[in-house]
């Protein structure tokens, strides 16, 4: 590997969004867990990684036009002068609405979180979806390097690999899916052409990580039935090439979090918080809006701990917090007023003139303001319906240095495999919700200490560095396993082939 080459970070959206006042254009960061990942991963390696040593480079798409774009990240010093440089994909309106309102949150997205009632199947989606993976290709083909190494994240990317390895046969590609990859009963609901498509297209990279060991399974299975390819192990090899698949659990940095516990700013707004709760229990949810995540399941659990424990009434308030989005698709919309409705009726039903139960906002806080919400809440109560990781628990679990508080999860979030120390749950049993909130509130220091502790060993030892190394280490090995391969197929068909010329341009990728 040549030693100035970069890492390349692709994925749909750039970890900003661009507002407007007075014809002035602003970046503001973004929330959402793929952005608090690989951010937190760039800040703490400006490098992009112990072995390469150019500054990496993040591709993804904006709603900038292209001019306004290219004069807000020449003008934005945090933007020029950040971790990483920025290149801007340009998608039509239209693109980009049925890329990524339709197919990637529409259909793959329910699809992949076991909802497949709400999946849509639209082939005009998927002819969408295949071109803004195109437009992605124009991109990066102005922008690799030899010796680069390509990271491509997420499920809205699932034809990118393969695109890129038409056009550039020895890059080093990997592809990271930060939501569940469902079981091959669930996958083969795609209509043939697509399903197909979209395993190619991940089979394009040398690497393919899944968060947990199932979601991995299930991908390979997939690759087997419906493609018929052959496995060794975790390796899918076809002619002289090969994808390694894996399992690579994301973490966070948990310094930023635990660090965070003994900042000033973040003990008074902690300080206040438990001032305005007038030292009652505090539960904590923190979710972007969104179906997958067990909202309105969450809030019958809470309310069922009230008829299970009336003796509670009054004692425990629960903040729910979601940051906004896929606001412009109609089930977001539903869903927020669904929940807007669940909270008023509980708060009607059981709140007192002195006492609210469930507090309810919607919006993004800054960092400090989550660390204090952290810091202060006696239960975190995090309980998606399905969740590839979900950061959320990672993050309450880091910021406790004082080892107090307690979480309680879903078995069907991947933080669940690792966070051994919590209290596991079904989603949907709302009496299970009710028995854990009561199991935590009781809680001795001692136990709580102990599980806290248990767990922030686990998380130190594989945070968010380790994770982005671990799998940019296991691409080399791939890329390595790939070169061999093709090095064996051209050795056998130089040997077998009646005319070997021939055998080995039938083999050849056409630009190579
Ligand atoms: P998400 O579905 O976005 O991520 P999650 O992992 O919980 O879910 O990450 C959410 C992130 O947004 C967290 O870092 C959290 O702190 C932040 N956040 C949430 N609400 C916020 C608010 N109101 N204000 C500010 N910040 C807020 C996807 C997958 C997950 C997977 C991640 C990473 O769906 O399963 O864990 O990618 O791979």
Redesign the pocket.
């Known amino acids: 590997m040549s030693t100035d080459s970069r890492l390349i970070i692709v994925s749909n959206r750039l970890p900003f969004r661009f507002t407007e006042r007075d014809g002035h254009v602003q970046a503001i960061p973004s ?4 952005v ?2 690989i951010g937190s991963y760039l800040d703490r390696k400006p490098g992009g990684s112990g072995l390469s040593e150019g500054r990496p480079v993040w591709v993804g798409a904006t709603e900038l036009r292209t001019r306004r774009l290219a004069k807000t990240l020449s003008t934005d010093s945090s933007l020029a002068k950040g971790p990483y440089e920025v290149r801007a994909v340009a998608l039509p309106d239209a693109t980009r609405d049925r890329h990524y309102n339709g197919f990637s949150n529409d259909t793959l997205w329910p699809l992949f979180h076991y909802f497949p009632s709400l999946v849509r199947y639209e082939q005009d989606w998927f002819d969408h979806y295949r071109a803004a993976n195109s437009l992605f290709l124009q991109t990066l083909e102005k922008t690799v390097r030899p010796g680069d190494r390509v990271w491509i994240h997420d499920y809205h990317l699932m034809l990118l690999p393969a695109m890129l390895r038409r056009k550039f046969p020895s890059l080093a590609i990997a592809f990271f899916m ?2 569940p990859f469902p079981s091959y009963e669930v996958f083969r609901l795609l209509p043939d052409p697509w399903r197909r498509e979209l395993l190619e297209g991940v089979l394009g990279a040398d690497l393919a990580g899944f968060q947990t060991h199932d979601s991995a399974q299930y991908f390979l299975k997939s690759v087997q039935q419906l493609l018929g390819a052959d496995l060794d192990l975790r390796t899918v090899r076809s002619h002289a090439h090969s994808t390694v698949v894996d399992a690579f659990p ?1 973490s966070i940095d948990p310094a930023k979090f635990r660090d965070a516990f003994d900042d000033h700013a973040v003990v008074s707004e902690k300080n206040q918080i438990r001032k305005d709760m007038a030292h009652r229990k505090l539960v904590l949810s ?3 809006l ?1 179906y997958t995540k067990g909202v309105l399941q969450r809030l019958q659990g809470f309310e069922q701990f009230f008829e299970d424990h009336p003796e509670m009434t009054g004692k425990v308030t629960y903040l729910l ?3 906004p989005s896929r606001d412009a698709m109609t089930k977001y919309r539903e869903l927020k007023d669904r929940i807007e409705a669940a909270v008023g009726r509980i708060n009607g039903r059981i709140g007192r003139v002195d006492w609210q139960p469930v507090i309810y906002q919607y ?3 800054d960092h400090k303001k ?1 660390c204090a919400l952290y810091d202060a809440a006696d239960v975190a109560l995090i309980t998606p319906l399905r ?6 628990a990672k ?1 309450y679990v880091a910021a406790r240095k004082d080892r107090r508080g307690v979480l309680i999860l879903s078995e069907t979030a ?1 933080a669940a495999h690792e966070l051994g120390g919590a209290l596991i749950i079904n989603p949907t049993d709302r009496q299970a919700i009710s028995a854990a909130l009561h199991r935590a509130l009781d809680m001795s220091a001692e136990e709580q200490n102990q599980r806290m502790g248990e767990m922030q060993i686990r998380l130190g030892r594989y945070d968010v560095v380790r994770w982005a190394e671990d799998l940019l280490g296991q691409l080399d090995g791939a890329v390595a396993l790939r070169r061999q391969l093709r090095v064996k197929e051209v050795t056998c068909l130089l040997y077998t082939s009646p005319s070997p010329r021939d055998g080995l341009l039938s083999r050849m990728p056409s630009s190579a």
Do not use: Q
Not at 31 to 34: E, H, K, N
Not at 387 to 392: F, I
């Open positions: 929330s959402g867990g793929l608090s990942s930060h939501i994301v923190v979710d972007r969104d917090l979601i940051v919006r993004s806080v989550l969740d590839g990781m979900n950061l959320v993050e991947g």
